[in-house]
């Protein structure tokens, strides 16, 4: 077949909701797309545990400490699922974590913030992996199978983290002056970067209207934050915490919360590496990474020695 019929045929195999697999014939240009997106989730996870991992040991009790030590292992989990169905479209893991520790490769910025309090891990858990969740359900769906199957088991993890931060939150926010005062600081630090999130406008992002074509994704950036704001709202109200956004507003018509501007001049500040914590993140990173280096030469030893041995018949 000539590459035009080759791409027709490929589209018609995502307008009928077949899965693409490793092997299948995809375009270049949906190959490249799909390291881009899947390694940026990969990177995100393994920097989201930079800033909750700095609160295990000073978590209020043995209990938090235990939850958050486990959630904090299933993000690196998340990121060890990514990086390998990011191989499987033929990209080194090596060459995808140079990226992102040479400042190549984004990831997202919401782990460009501080956590200043206890109160910070409760709500990481109930808006940025809420955040997340509301995304990440929609990529289990994805045109790529190798994509979507990851993300069916980091749904149920995401599902979990979000309860165990909000349960943080509602002890908080149900709790001593000071504790409400707390959680109510965390919540107006974290609501706008949560939104931030899901990307720019549909009109100005440069990706979205060709992963919608090829149902890599299947709902645009602010069909996704509407959503997130419509089942967080209430959750908000629930435990008595309010939205930091005077322009929050029901409509009872479309029956949607209807929210204010978000800042993009901070948004695209955060991206371009000029967030609050940017350089930390980097340099952490970077220093795990060379401190393990030596790790990873003894795995590379030991593997290449156990190829060399031969192998006795039984």
């Known amino acids: 077949m000539t590459d035009t019929e080759k791409l027709e045929k490929f589209q018609q195999r995502i307008d009928n909701g077949e899965k693409i697999e490793p092997k299948d014939w995809m375009p270049e240009r949906f190959r490249r797309q799909l390291i881009r997106m899947i390694s940026q989730h990969a990177h995100s996870e393994i920097v989201g545990m930079l800033p909750e991992g700095n609160w295990i040991t000073r978590a209020p009790s043995l209990k938090r400490k235990l939850t958050l030590l486990a959630k904090v292992q299933d993000e690196a989990g998340h ?8 191989e499987t479209l033929g990209i080194d893991r090596r060459e995808l974590v140079e990226q992102l520790l040479s400042g190549k490769a984004k990831y997202s910025s919401i782990f460009n913030y501080p956590t200043l309090t206890w109160a910070d ?12 969740i509301v995304n990440q359900t929609m990529l289990a769906k994805s045109s790529y199978g190798p994509y979507a199957r ?9 599902n979990f983290h979000k309860r ?10 149900n709790g001593t002056l ?13 609501w706008w970067p949560s939104l931030m999130m899901f990307g720019p406008h549909d009109s100005e992002s440069p ?9 890599v994704k299947t709902k645009t950036n602010d069909e996704l934050r509407q959503r997130f704001v419509n089942l967080t709202v209430p959750q908000a109200l629930a435990v008595n915490l309010s939205i930091p956004d005077p322009d929050l507003k029901y409509n009872e018509e479309t029956q949607n919360w209807e929210f204010g501007e978000i800042d993009w001049d901070e948004f695209y500040a955060v991206i371009k590496g000029n967030g ?13 990474d060379a401190e393990g280096e030596w790790v990873r030469k003894a795995a590379e030893a030991y593997a290449a020695k156990r190829a060399a041995k031969p192998r006795v018949a039984s």
């Not at 109930?126 to 955040?131: I, P, Q, R, S, T």
């Not at 990851?150 to 995401?158: D, G, H, L, S, Y």
């Not at 000071?178 to 974290?190: G, K, L």
């Open 79 to 86: 990121g060890l699922y990514l990086y390998c169905a990011a």
């Open 121 to 132: 891990i409760g709500v990481i858990g109930w808006l940025v992996d809420g955040a997340a």
């Open 150 to 158: 990851a993300m069916i088991r980091i749904c149920k993890e995401e």
């Open 164 to 173: 165990q931060g909000y349960e943080i939150v509602a002890t908080m926010a």
């Open 178 to 190: 000071e504790q409400r005062r707390m959680m109510q600081d965390a919540v107006d630090r974290w």
């Open 207 to 215: 990706n979205s209207a060709e992963l919608i074509k090829w149902k």
């Open 276 to 288: 609050p914590m940017n350089r930390e993140r980097m340099r952490a990173r970077n220093r795990a």
